[in-house]
């Protein structure tokens, strides 16, 4: 069984960086996608990057391209998105989730979720 457990979220500054992380484990394969998610009050939740396991191929949605980078330490099954210049519409839970290798970064295709972590961007 699949578990994952996101840590790292908090209260930042516009401008401010944090980093998250995802501690996976249980997983029977080693070829998986793997990504962020996000979930703000009264809007659906969304893609906010992905990567694959199989060769690191990665995605980004347009609001966050430049700004966030997710990465991977095989060692540790840990997932991380570094978030930089962040701004107050990055506010949301942000959710770890696993889905297949050929799962796109959208919601409904990822199987596993944790548990979430809150990000709030404020001044």
């Known amino acids: 069984q699949v578990q994952l457990v996101e840590s790292g979220g908090g209260l930042v500054q516009p401008g401010g960086s944090l980093r998250l992380s995802c501690a996976a484990s249980g997983f029977t394969s080693d070829y998986y996608g793997i990504g962020w998610f996000r979930q703000a009050p009264g809007k659906e939740r969304e893609g906010v990057s992905c990567i694959k396991t199989h060769d690191g191929s990665t995605y980004y949605s347009e609001s966050v391209k430049g700004r966030f980078t997710i990465s991977r330490d095989n060692a540790k099954n840990t997932v991380y998105l570094q978030m930089n210049s962040l701004k107050p519409e990055d506010t949301a839970v942000y959710y770890c989730?696993?889905?297949?290798?050929?799962?796109?970064?959208?919601?409904?295709?990822?199987?596993?979720w944790g548990q979430g972590t809150q990000v709030t961007v404020s001044s």
């Open positions: 989730a696993t889905g297949s290798l050929y799962s796109d970064c959208i919601p409904w295709e990822y199987v596993d």
